[in-house]
């Protein structure tokens, strides 16, 4: 467990910070942790919430995952600063001792409950695309608006978040130009399948490749349709509800059981 001492207050907590503006919370949990220990994480499963009360009588809500160390996790050589004096990792059976406040411990007994590490599966509408009844061309090469766009380029941020490692589409345009910027920024390839598309969609295929990136370790996304995803979403055994252009699902895995799952939107365009 990777713990952090404050001096202003003194005590140990685990890593936390505040929201840039416009910032979605997925990407301030990975750029907190490491700007304020030096490592770097992905996410793994989503934590209960802790509410705080403010100054005000306003509340505070403060979003928790399991993180996933990339790269170097050594904090020896950590430069103590006024916000954060010392950084810990401290084994999983001592560190509820070294906590200060009993909030924490009880998120520490939620990692107890399932201290595997587990791997995303994301499933994404597309972004907004142009209307039918605008577009003359044939249905599946209708691309995204100027806005969808601008969604398509935020989604990437989320996708980065969870380290993403193998992108999947539909053969449609709007589906393709959705996953693009991720594909594209982290030098990955893009798999554009028809099974995932409106005119093609083939259940049974869309089945086994989802059955296969759920028992994968890798984390996955897959972009599809709204006609198409209450299939996708019922094959993982999550509960349909309908999405919004470019909103997702996140269904956390350990071994192909689901052991999670979460849903987002990119941060609203101005």
Do not use: I
Not at 101 to 117: G, I, N, T
């Amino acid at each position: 467990m990777l713990l952090v001492h404050r001096p202003k207050y003194d005590d140990w907590s685990f890593p936390k910070g505040k929201q840039d503006p416009g910032e979605h919370v997925t990407t301030t949990a990975v750029r907190e942790l490491l700007e304020e220990t030096g490592v770097e994480v992905r996410l793994g499963r989503p934590l209960l919430p802790q509410l705080y009360a403010v100054s005000g009588g306003r509340a505070k809500k403060v979003h928790y995952w399991v993180g996933h160390v990339v790269g170097d996790d050594d904090v020896s050589g950590y430069e103590p600063n006024p916000e954060v004096d010392e950084v810990r990792w401290e084994p999983l059976a001592t560190a509820a001792s070294l906590l200060t406040y009993l909030d924490d411990v009880h998120l520490l007994e939620q990692l107890r409950k399932q201290p595997r590490a587990t791997s995303a599966l994301v499933v994404v509408r597309h972004a907004k695309a142009a209307k039918r009844r605008d577009w003359h061309g044939p249905d599946p090469r209708r691309p995204l608006l100027d806005v969808g766009e601008e969604q398509a380029r935020e989604l990437s941020r989320l996708l980065a978040a969870y380290g993403v490692t193998r992108v999947h589409s539909s053969s449609s345009t709007r589906c393709t130009q959705t996953l693009a910027p991720y594909a594209e920024e982290q030098v990955l390839p893009l798999q554009e399948l028809d099974e995932l598309s409106e005119e093609l969609s083939d259940p049974d295929a869309a089945a086994r490749l989802l059955h296969t990136l759920a028992a994968a370790p890798e984390s996955s996304v897959v972009c599809s349709h709204r006609p198409v995803l209450p299939t996708l979403l019922g094959v993982l055994g999550v509960e349909e509800e309908p999405l919004a252009p470019s909103e997702l699902v996140v269904c956390h895995h350990r071994r192909g059981e689901l052991v999670a799952v979460e849903r987002h939107l990119p941060v609203p365009l101005a």
